[in-house]
């Protein structure tokens, strides 16, 4: 192996190039100035995106990862630098999104002395990261990151932090780079058991009504032909969970809908009827079971999931596949009998049927704009092969619930963390990882306003990605249950919010506002039509609400229509 | 599955052997705090291979949080393996210390109480002596009742230390691990 002398910056960027990273997102400070400085020289081969604030940097860095699969990388400084990931970081851990930060740290003689911008960065990141590690020592950085990049993309993947003292920065070392395959207390992919199939397959074989919920773990495993083989062989009904979406194409006669508080009715109330369910790749959130005593309770469930944890966590399984969603699907559909389900997909219609019949009767074509109205027309517009990353609120259950994703990584969204101010970034990265596509971020006016300074990311990069904010002048979905739960006490809901169109103007970025119906359709076409990044404000009904919705401690199949 | 005994709380032993690294009890104990479990007793110390970490920890809980938490402290990418162990599953042991003043030997009294309870005089000095009793909780409380009256100037009780009876040893799940 051939071995050159350098610093630990100039390290960490050999480094990242020899995982092949091509694209990272950053802000610079004293801590990790070394770093920056080793980067200059290779800023043709590594594209740095200078962020706004660091939680843009590592939104960005997981919208980057959801578009395509690869690893996104961050560089923030010490103290609050590093405290600006931790958002992120929660976010990407609880969504099991690949990142790896890299951050400064004061030299390692100052570790622990309330130095300037020394914070205890491994003390504060151990909870919301797969792993991290401190790094005092040159020669211990390429073995460091080679670990982190292993850990951030195999198994259930997550973030993992780099602190790097700022000493190990300016070290020499002689550099190679042995990328990690594995080490003995990380076993990332577990062992298909044949038994598990077996009993599950069986269990499939009987069913007289399967129901199938597929989540992110199926799309994490890049399992969707899989799946889709899956589906068709056994006829049986499939759902997503909110992070599935896109795993299963929605115009698929199997496709039943989404399940969840805000999902749809049949797959919702069928989790009650069904005698077989079978959950591939999610962990059932509590968001997807409602009142856990009272979901599936009929029914024989096989959980397949690659994290062992995850296992009989909620929900105890009648059959459990520890295993990577593709190998499971893969050796299911080997075994499963061919099988239709005619009778029990039309109960499927007929919920449906209910479903849009009843929410019908409580819209109108006469009022203001609704957010369905507007989130239906992108879908046509798009065909649903748009990448469509959303924010936090109603705005976001409307568009999982409207939107007709016909591809895999069209959806990303903050789901288990629920981060408002998630949206604009992410969809920054995911354009940079996928510019061939079409990224629409859908946003509300509360929580375009949590990190709407990464217009200027937009501005200066040139990021094409087209914002669509849906202003009901309020925050929409605590309003929604301030209504419902808590006699309307509007208790500071209501927004007043600054000119969005001026705003993206005074960042150069194209805009404009669509307050009629009748404009509708031209403000869209303009949107999409537009070459580069473009604002679409619509002002929509204030006091609208999402439903169906499965109200807290409710169960699945006591799901409201109105 | 679901039976009155997997939601029964009583006392139970986690054994988690990781690898030697900075951080590590932190990481350990983060997953129960999460759960808001109490931990009744910590040791740490290397176990039998070398460059292996063997945490022992005593709580109170059910077995549905104990299970969880196994599960969780697995997930953990530095942990090799972890165990739970209901109370009849292993041999455990805390050690003792009492120190007391020398004077109250004088009536033999507290040799006495030592004898009786299979204690030992660990040092004598001129003004107080250390006693020494390796036991069960129970046991070491026991003679903790019966100094005080003589008068207990220092009592230390260190955590649970406890080896499992099942014989598989860790060396064997070790070169399981490593042959994955
Ligand atoms: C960082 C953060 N703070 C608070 C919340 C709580 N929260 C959830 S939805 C919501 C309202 C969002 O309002 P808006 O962005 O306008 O979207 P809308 O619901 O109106 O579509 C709030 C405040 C959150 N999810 N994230």
């Known amino acids: 192996m051939k071995t050159t002398q350098c610093t630990g910056a100039q390290a960490v960027v050999r480094s990242l190039l020899a995982e092949q990273v091509t694209t990272l997102f950053g802000y610079p400070g004293g801590a990790i100035m070394p770093i920056y400085d080793a980067l200059y020289d290779h800023r043709d081969a590594l594209e740095h995106i200078l962020v706004r604030h660091e939680q843009g940097a590592i939104h960005a860095a997981q919208g980057y990862a959801r578009a395509t699969g690869r690893t996104g990388v961050v560089f923030a400084t010490s103290g609050p630098g590093a405290t600006n990931l931790i958002t992120g970081l929660a976010d990407a851990q609880i969504d099991s999104t690949p990142v790896v930060c890299i951050t400064g740290q004061v030299a390692s003689a100052l570790l622990g002395t309330d130095a300037f911008q020394e914070t205890d960065v491994m003390g504060i990141s151990m909870p919301v990261t797969k792993w991290n ?186 059959v459990a596949v520890h295993a990577d969603a593709k190998d499971a699907l893969r050796a299911l559909t080997a075994l499963v009998q061919p099988r239709q389900h005619a009778d029990w997909l039309q109960e499927f219609s007929d919920a449906k049927a209910v479903e849009v019949e009843t929410l019908a009767q409580h819209t109108g074509t006469t009022g203001e704009l609704r957010m369905d109205e507007v989130v239906q027309l992108l879908s046509a517009r798009t065909g649903g092969e748009a990448l469509v990353v959303t924010d936090v609120g109603q705005h976001q259950m409307v568009t999982a619930r409207h939107y007709r994703y016909r591809s895999t990584r069209s959806n990303i969204t903050s789901g288990g963390l ?9 969809a920054i990265g995911a354009k940079l990882a996928a510019p061939e596509r079409t990224v629409v971020a859908v946003i509300g006016d509360g929580g375009f306003q949590m990190t709407l300074q990464e217009l200027g ?106 | 599955m679901k039976t009155q005994d997997h939601d ?109 309870n299979h204690a030992r005089i660990l040092s004598v000095d001129t003004q107080f002596l250390v006693i020494e009793r390796t036991g069960h909780v129970a046991e070491t409380q026991a003679l903790f009742e019966q100094l005080k009256p003589f008068g207990i100037l220092e009592f230390a009780r260190s955590g649970r230390v406890a080896v499992t009876k099942p014989m598989k040893e860790l060396s064997t799940y070790l070169k399981e691990l490593e042959a994955k």
């Open chain 1, 418 to 426: 629920g981060t408002m101010g998630f949206a604009l970034p992410a």
């Open chain 1, 133 to 318: 590690v401190q790094v005092t020592r040159a020669a211990e950085i390429p073995a460091a990151l080679a670990k982190a990049f292993h850990i951030a993309r195999t198994g259930r993947p997550g973030p993992v932090l780099v602190d790097i003292t700022k000493d190990a920065q300016l070290g020499l070392l002689d550099f190679t780079y042995e990328p990690c395959t594995g080490f003995r207390s990380y076993h990332p992919k577990p062992e298909l058991s044949h038994s598990a199939v077996q009993e599950a397959a069986h269990l499939l074989d009987g069913a007289r009504k399967p129901l199938m919920v597929v989540g992110q773990g199926v799309l994490l495993a890049n399992a969707e032909e899989e799946l889709l083989r899956f589906a068709e062989k056994t006829g049986m009904p499939v759902a997503s969970t909110l992070l599935g979406l896109g795993a299963f194409p929605t115009d698929h006669p199997l496709y039943v809908g989404f399940v969840g508080m805000h999902g749809d009715y049949a797959p919702n109330i069928k989790t009650n009827a069904c005698d077989v369910l079978l959950a591939a790749g999610m962990r059932f959130d509590d968001r997807v079971t409602g009142d856990i005593s009272r979901y599936a309770k009929q029914a024989k469930v096989v959980h397949v999931d690659i994290d062992a944890a995850e296992i009989n966590k909620i929900i105890t399984a009648d």
């Open chain 2, 8 to 116: 029964r709380e009583r006392s139970f032993t986690v054994s988690i052997f990781t690898e030697d690294r900075i951080g590590m009890l932190n990481r350990v104990t983060i997953i129960f705090t999460r759960r808001h479990l109490n931990i009744a007793s910590i040791t740490a110390s290397e176990s039998e291979v070398p460059g292996v970490f063997r945490y022992t920890i005593v709580l109170q809980a059910t077995r549905a949080q104990v299970d969880k938490v196994v599960g969780q402290l697995e997930r953990l990418v530095e942990v090799l393996k972890a165990f739970v162990h209901e109370e009849e599953e292993i041999v455990h042991q805390e050690i003792a210390l009492y120190k007391v003043r020398t004077g109250t030997l004088a009536n033999g009294a507290v040799e006495r109480v030592v004898r009786e």
């Open chain 1, 457 to 562: 990311t937009i501005m200066q990069s040139k990021v094409a990605v087209k914002v669509l904010i849906l202003n009901n002048r309020f925050l929409g979905m605590v309003r929604q249950w301030q209504q419902l739960f808590f006699e309307k006490r509007y208790s500071f809901t209501e927004m007043v919010s600054p000119d969005f169109v001026t705003l993206a103007k005074a960042y150069g970025i194209a805009a404009e506002r669509v307050e009629a119906r009748e404009n509708l359709e031209q403000g869209m076409a303009r949107m999409l039509g537009h070459a580069g990044p473009y604002l679409l404000e619509v002002m929509v009904e204030k006091e609208d609400n999402v439903f169906p919705m499965v109200p807290t401690g409710a169960s699945v199949s006591e799901i409201r229509l109105a």
